[in-house]
């Protein structure tokens, strides 16, 4: 069981990899191709959002991981 649980937080912590490369990704092409202003505020925002959607779609490990602190 804890062989288990542990490939499941490894994949949680793959999958934060992708979503947050994925997202700070897009927030980059925001600036640069639409002219939005750049905001770690509000790529985190976003970003935990993404996260939110993600796992209800079903991100494997994902939910296992510690959720950010609240406006941080």
């Known amino acids: ?3 288990a649980t542990n490939g499941l937080h490894r ?3 793959n999958t934060l990899v992708i ?13 640069v191709f639409d002219g939005a202003v ?3 505020a509000s790529l985190l925002v976003t ?3 993404e996260r939110r ?7 494997r490990g994902l939910n296992l991981l510690p959720a950010p602190l609240p406006g941080v």
């Open 47 to 49: 970003t935990g959002e």
């Open 1 to 3: 069981m804890v062989e």
């Open 19 to 31: 979503l947050g490369a994925w997202m700070l990704w897009n927030h980059r092409n925001g600036c």
């Open 38 to 40: 750049p905001s770690l």
């Open 53 to 59: 959607l993600w796992t209800m779609a079903g991100a």
């Open 11 to 13: 994949e949680g912590i």
